[in-house]
């Protein structure tokens, strides 16, 4: 079974923290994503990358970064975090080889007070 | 940009009836389409791939048809139960430069007993 997880349930920041989102598959992935999701909007991609070391910004970077020094592990880094920031945060990841299905983790709540 | 259009009000039927969910896509036509299952406050679940070749696709009680001149997609359980209620999510494979997934917002399916 592939498994990807996320460092946390659920999560509490003030405005103005920096905050890691830490994920981790087991599958091998070359490729691994980073989305949020809120009422209405459904699932918007923030970051992605298709390797080690690479990454590509999705279509809504803005306030965020991420990072991926190995295979297994894609971090979304908020600088300075802003209540708008609020929201699930989903990690997923898939092969690049065949059928593009992605396997998500649980999901991060973060709430920015 | 690619919009993608779930029916956003909840599917109410009940248990054993045929649910019926839509998918409807503007601008041109994704490689693949997809279709996820999402439980409240879990990360979303794959169910099926369609291919742009492809009119139809089976997984035991699932079929998800693919009309590429509507630009739709179908999503029917039958015999539904229960268990089967959750949001369903309609997802296309972009088939330009890298192949992102541009998700749906989702539509809820009830079902009761």
């Known amino acids: 079974d592939v498994k990807v997880t996320q460092s946390s349930r659920y999560l509490v920041k003030r405005t103005g923290e920096k905050v890691f989102l830490e994920c981790v598959q087991d599958m091998d992935h070359e490729n691994m994503f980073w989305y949020r999701q809120d009422p209405g909007l459904g699932l918007r991609l923030i970051y992605f990358s298709y390797d080690v070391k690479m990454k590509e910004k999705g279509d809504i970077p803005e306030g965020y970064s991420v990072s991926r020094e190995k295979k297994e592990r894609f971090s979304l880094i908020l600088e300075s975090a802003s209540t708008n920031q609020t929201s699930m945060y989903l990690c997923a990841s898939r092969t690049a080889r065949d059928n593009y299905e992605q396997y998500f983790g649980p999901g991060t709540r973060l709430t920015v007070t | 940009s690619q919009k993608i259009e779930q029916n956003s009000e909840a599917l109410n039927i009940q248990e054993g009836k045929t649910a019926t969910l839509t998918c409807n896509y503007t601008n041109y036509s994704p490689a693949y389409l997809q279709w996820y299952r999402q439980d409240p406050g879990r990360g979303p679940v794959f169910l099926l791939l369609?291919?742009?070749?492809?009119k139809e696709k089976r997984k035991e009680r699932l079929k998800v048809t693919f009309d590429t001149t509507l630009k739709q997609s179908l999503f029917h359980i039958t015999a539904s139960q229960p268990a089967d209620s959750a949001t369903y999510l309609c997802?296309?494979?972009?088939?330009?430069?890298?192949?992102?997934?541009?998700f749906g917002t989702g539509t809820r399916l009830l079902v009761s007993p």
């Open positions: 997802a296309l494979l972009m088939n330009t430069g890298f192949q992102k997934l541009v």
């Open positions: 369609i291919r742009e070749n492809e």
